[in-house]
């Protein structure tokens, strides 16, 4: 039953940002769109990618508004931002293996995770481990 219940909201969610696109609304920030894209690009490994339907959604929208298919040609504006993320996240991967906090402070608002694993959070699953 859940899984028909995900798979229903995965496709209202797809309506709704087909819509939007119809009516040349951007529903989905331009900024958050690079980044999504670019974190797939550069992280595209994490299994997030595939089970998120939310997530999965505003991929496909991204795609569609900024034309990242196949055929296309890319909206200028857009391929520069980016490649500007994708540069900064291959530094932050290279240097740190990490995901930059305000790219991670927006996964964990619209997506519900973390990349990065958080000091406060490490110190309180030690503390409940020494219990």
Same mark, same amino acid.
Not at 54 to 66: M, S, T
Not at 91 to 99: A, C, I, K, N
């Given at each position: 039953m859940e899984n028909l219940l995900d798979n229903k909201m995965f496709q209202f969610r797809e309506a709704v940002y087909d819509a939007s696109l119809q009516m040349e609304l951007g529903i989905v920030p331009f900024e958050v769109c690079a980044i999504i894209c670019a974190m797939l690009l550069v992280w595209g490994n994490h299994e997030m990618f595939t089970h998120n339907? %939310?997530?999965?959604?505003?991929? !496909? @929208?991204?795609? =569609? !508004?900024?034309h990242l298919n196949g055929s296309e040609i890319p909206d200028r504006k857009f391929a520069a931002m980016l490649q500007s993320y994708v540069e900064q996240l291959q530094?932050?991967?290279? %240097?740190?293996? %990490?995901?930059p906090d305000h790219i991670d402070?927006?996964?964990?608002? !619209? @997506?519900?995770?973390?990349?990065? =694993? %958080?000091?406060?959070?490490s110190e309180g699953e030690n503390k409940r481990l020494r219990k």
């Open positions: 339907h %939310r997530l999965v959604a505003e991929l !496909r @929208y991204a795609q =569609k !508004r900024f530094l932050m991967q290279d %240097r740190e293996s %990490r995901v402070d927006i996964f964990q608002e !619209r @997506y519900g995770f973390h990349f990065n =694993k %958080r000091a406060d959070e």
